[in-house]
């Protein structure tokens, strides 16, 4: 398992072009709107240092990362919400995915044709977010009337719920995420799930290859600084990714990249920024099966428990779970193998509640 990332944002920012770059996939990109009609996924493996490093300790056959998979989302004009342009496939689109990565133009290219005319981080964002509050409002509205309906016939929990999204629907009203609203009903993640501004959201800064290497706050790139104040606000990650340089490292040979991107004073390609950024979003961990034949990481939910991390394998390791031995990846690379960090006393036996860690390595015992 690994997980979806919905690319969106205005016409003309850069979604396809980054979207290629990434997934070294064919999505057609042009200057004009609307050219991504259905969304075009593309799944790449998420580099991580430690898979490659327990693997030749391990002498594994193979490598088997984990995956995101970046879905390539039409553009979003204002009115949206009420189907505009290609609004509702737009907004259909988002629901379906874990996370939302918002692309955000801060490059000026006369010859790059921008919907409102300008550049300007923090209208576009906010036309955006306004569509997809507006889309949540009518959603919870429609829950309410349904609700209300519930309500006629005797429903105990009805007006419970329709309690909690009448405060929803004027919390959306005022112009506010779902993702901000608090309660302490207990059913409130089953009322908000399909809502598209209850979803974890970065936001990547579209910058030119002239500021690829720019931080925000370092003052080189106004629009870059502009997402970051926006970002700040929203307690949100920024990453910052020029569609140009991705587009070209996406171009070279593997071992030419890397000296490619340090000539331009980049320590990792908008790939890895974005995955990594993606993991921590949703609170993501990976743990390893380590052996001859391969060295394969996996992806769960931080907490989750040691047998629903070995259904993510095969059912049939949940099903009969016995037990897991475990030796942290730390152990593992400071002993030298499997082998020797047992001799150490640095493998461990664990149970049906264990939390899995992220870097642990693991064999799942069972019995069906």
């Not at 031995?325 to 030298?336: F, L, P, W």
């Amino acid at each position: 398992m690994g997980f979806t990332c919905g690319i969106i944002g205005l016409p003309n920012v850069g979604k396809s072009t980054i979207f290629n770059a990434l997934t070294s996939a064919k999505a057609q990109a042009a200057n004009f709107p609307f050219c991504t009609i259905e969304p075009n996924t593309g799944a790449v493996a998420v580099p991580d240092p430690r898979l490659e490093e327990l693997a030749v300790l391990a002498k594994s056959a193979k490598t088997i990362p984990t995956q995101v998979t970046f879905v390539d989302i039409a553009g979003l004009i204002r009115g949206a919400s009420k189907g505009e342009g290609l609004g509702n496939q737009f907004l259909g689109h988002i629901r379906s995915v874990d996370a939302v990565a918002h692309i955000v133009r801060c490059f000026d290219d006369a010859n790059v044709v921008h919907v409102d005319g300008d550049v300007n981080p923090r209208r576009d964002v906010e036309t955006v977010e306004t569509e997809l509050i507006l889309s949540d409002l009518e959603a919870v509205q429609k829950q309410i009337s349904r609700y209300e309906k519930i309500g006629k016939t005797g429903d105990k929990d009805a007006k419970a719920r329709i309690e909690v999204l009448s405060s929803l629907e004027k919390h959306l009203s005022s112009g506010k995420a779902a993702k901000t609203f608090t309660t302490d009903f207990a059913e409130y993640a089953e009322l908000s799930a399909d809502l598209l501004t209850a979803k974890p959201v970065m936001f990547v800064a579209n910058v030119s290859e002239d500021f690829a290497a720019a931080q925000v706050g370092d003052g080189s790139c106004a629009a870059l600084d502009q997402v970051g104040e926006i970002a700040k606000e929203r307690g949100a990650e920024v990453v910052v990714i020029s569609g140009k340089v991705e587009s070209e490292v996406a171009e070279l040979a593997a071992d030419e990249r890397a000296e490619y991107l340090q000539s331009l004073g980049l320590k990792t390609s908008g790939l890895d920024r974005m995955a990594l950024s993606g993991f921590e979003l949703l609170g993501l961990i990976s743990f390893f099966t380590i052996g001859p034949k391969e060295a394969h990481a996996w992806t769960a939910a931080a907490g989750t428990r040691a047998p629903q991390c070995a259904g993510k394998i095969h059912s049939d390791f949940e099903r009969g779970f016995i037990r897991a031995e475990i030796v942290s990846h730390v152990d593992y690379v400071a002993c030298g193998g499997e082998a020797k960090a047992r001799d150490a006393g640095k493998l461990r036996t664990e149970g049906k509640e264990y939390e899995m860690k992220d870097g642990d390595i693991v064999h799942f015992r069972f019995n069906v």
